[in-house]
């Protein structure tokens, strides 16, 4: 359910709001691709849920879900529109440590 709001944050944050989004962001941005490696550094998110979470932030256009050939699995990178996210994210951390 939404904000029901045609504010630009209220958009944004209706995907990067909901639980673990910012998080998977964070890896991705640190170089992680494959499923193991994100769950690797999110222990504690379910498999289900990352599953789901990465199918809301690919369906978003934030990342794109690629199969490697020879190699089993997915690998998922960011889209030009998520790779916009990383000031974001970066200022996060550091208003984090604050």
Do not use: D
Request: aromatic share 8%; net charge positive.
């Amino acid at each position: 359910m939404g904000y029901g709001q045609f504010c630009p944050i209220a958009k944004a944050t209706e995907l990067l709001g909901e639980r673990w989004m910012l998080l998977i962001l964070r890896e991705l941005f640190l170089g992680s691709h494959r499923y193991s490696e994100l769950q690797r550094g999110l222990s504690r998110i379910s498999p289900s849920l990352l599953t789901k979470r990465l199918k809301e932030l690919e369906q978003a256009g934030i990342i794109v879900r690629k199969t490697e050939r020879g190699r089993k699995g997915h690998e998922y990178y960011l889209t030009p529109a998520g790779k916009e996210l990383q000031p974001l994210i970066e200022n996060l951390a550091v208003w984090g440590m604050c």
